[in-house]
């Protein structure tokens, strides 16, 4: 079997097996079904060419394709290395793929059954895959319309949190007997940058997030502010998925904790049904 077969089966029987099991943190649904398929897809695709289906090359192409596109919105959502290695491992089976001399598909002349069942999984898991996608972008719109109207704004003024440092939070929230509401991020975790892009710039969250104390804390940040480090402070609250939210009484005590991305009304249920309860 030729190097370039062999090595996109291999990259797309990881991703298969290891893609599923990560559905359950996807933000929705629709995102949830549509990394299942993907993994079904890779998966299938992967048993095609071991088993030197002529289809299977084009499937793993476009499987592959898909990973180079989509793999920090549906595989690695926390970015970093391991996004890279997909990223450049993908874009590398696709290249081996195009090349006859380590991707050309010579079918088994041995009796081997065709795998047109396995070739028919494929394509309706990649149907499935298409469907769940339109249904996360179109109701990702609707619900962004729907939750965050345009507000009438004076141009240059747009809204913004007044995050704190984690020390000046602290003596705030004593000042004011505020809850206060801590965001941990790093520079690399991509739905920290879609938060950051969308949820914390929605009028609504803003102004929630002001009349209460709102603290930012940089999870890999070493150097002191205000007596704290943000490694200190994740070490200190267990902190190890991104972002994590927490709502902190005014003595840093946990109230409440949430991980993983949330659109802007999403957050303002949660905050406000813990505050209501304090």
Same mark, same amino acid.
């Given at each position: 079997?030729?190097?370039?077969?062999?090595?996109?089966?291999?990259?797309?029987?990881?991703?298969?097996?290891?893609?599923?099991?990560?559905?359950?943190?996807?933000?929705? /649904? !629709?995102?949830?079904?549509?990394?299942?398929?993907?993994?079904?897809?890779? +998966? *299938?695709?992967?048993?095609?060419?071991?088993?030197?289906?002529?289809?299977?090359?084009?499937?793993?192409?476009?499987?592959?394709?898909?990973?180079?596109? +989509? #793999?920090?919105l549906l595989v690695v959502? !926390?970015?970093?290395?391991?996004?890279?290695?997909?990223?450049?491992?993908?874009?590398? #089976?696709?290249?081996?793929?195009?090349?006859?001399?380590?991707?050309?598909?010579? $079918?088994?002349?041995?009796?081997?059954?065709?795998?047109? /069942?396995?070739?028919? %999984?494929? !394509?309706?898991?990649?149907?499935?895959?298409? #469907?769940?996608?339109?249904?996360?972008?179109?109701?990702?719109g609707a619900r962004a319309?729907?939750?965050?109207?345009a507000p009438i704004q004076?141009?240059?003024?747009? $809204?913004?949190?007044?995050?704190?440092?984690?020390?000046?939070?602290?003596?705030?929230?004593?000042?004011?007997?505020?809850?206060?509401?801590?965001?941990?991020?790093?520079?690399?975790?991509? @739905?920290?940058?879609?938060?950051?892009?969308?949820?914390?710039?929605?009028?609504?969250?803003?102004?929630?997030? *002001?009349?209460?104390?709102?603290?930012?804390?940089?999870?890999?940040?070493?150097?002191?502010?205000?007596?704290?480090?943000?490694?200190?402070?994740?070490?200190?609250?267990?902190?190890?998925?991104? $972002? /994590?939210?927490?709502?902190?009484?005014?003595?840093?005590?946990?109230?409440?904790?949430?991980?993983? @991305? +949330?659109?802007?009304?999403?957050?303002?249920?949660?905050? *406000?049904?813990? %505050?209501?309860?304090?």
């Amino acid at each position: 079997m030729r190097f370039g077969v062999m090595f996109a089966a291999l990259l797309l029987a990881i991703v298969g097996l290891a893609t599923p099991f990560g559905a359950l943190a996807m933000e929705t /649904t !629709a995102l949830k079904l549509a990394r299942v398929a993907l993994g079904i897809v890779c +998966l *299938n695709s992967a048993f095609g060419l071991l088993r030197r289906q002529p289809w299977s090359r084009w499937s793993s192409l476009v499987a592959l394709l898909l990973l180079v596109a +989509l #793999g920090e919105l549906l595989v690695v959502p !926390a970015g970093g290395v391991a996004l890279l290695v997909l990223f450049f491992s993908s874009l590398f #089976g696709v290249a081996l793929l195009v090349l006859p001399a380590t991707g050309q598909i010579t $079918p088994a002349d041995d009796g081997r059954p065709s795998g047109s /069942t396995i070739g028919l %999984v494929a !394509a309706l898991s990649f149907l499935v895959f298409l #469907g769940a996608l339109g249904w996360h972008f179109v109701g990702e719109g609707a619900r962004a319309a729907e939750s965050s109207p345009a507000p009438i704004q004076i141009a240059g003024m747009a $809204p913004r949190v007044s995050w704190l440092s984690f020390g000046r939070a602290i003596e705030r929230a004593e000042e004011r007997t505020s809850p206060i509401v801590a965001v941990f991020e790093t520079g690399w975790c991509g @739905y920290c940058k879609k938060m950051n892009k969308t949820t914390f710039k929605d009028p609504q969250v803003v102004d929630r997030l *002001n009349e209460l104390v709102a603290v930012k804390v940089n999870a890999e940040d070493g150097s002191e502010r205000d007596g704290y480090s943000g490694r200190d402070l994740a070490a200190r609250y267990g902190v190890s998925g991104y $972002p /994590t939210l927490m709502v902190l009484s005014p003595d840093g005590r946990v109230l409440a904790r949430r991980s993983g @991305y +949330l659109s802007a009304s999403e957050l303002m249920t949660w905050i *406000n049904s813990t %505050v209501s309860i304090l």
